[in-house]
């Protein structure tokens, strides 16, 4: 994890925020990734950084997705997005 990644998630979380539910998140990764042996990541369903949103780091924005399925996801997609799926870029 980069530091630009960690400033990004240290603004996205809120200060009311409760920390414990978050880190049981990547507890979950950690061990998805070790047992079947593929990398899984904590996921912002909203995301954290895009052109048009910024989602907050809280236990309701967090999923645990195998890489491969946060990449082709994105940054330009969420459930709910206002307005039409379209094409951003």
Known sequence: EGL?????????TPPWADLDPIAD???EARRLTREPGE???????VPKISKT????????NLQVLHWRSNAQKSN??????????????
Not at 4 to 12: L, S, W
Not at 53 to 60: F, Y
Not at 77 to 84: F, I, N, T, V
């Open 4 to 12: 630009i990644h960690r400033a990004q998630t240290k603004r996205a």
């Open 25 to 27: 998140f990547y507890d």
């Open 53 to 60: 949103v910024c989602g907050l780091h809280v236990p309701w």
């Open 39 to 45: 990398l899984h990541v904590v996921d912002h369903i």
């Open 76 to 89: 330009t997609w969420w459930p709910d997005m206002w307005g039409e799926q379209i094409e951003l870029f």
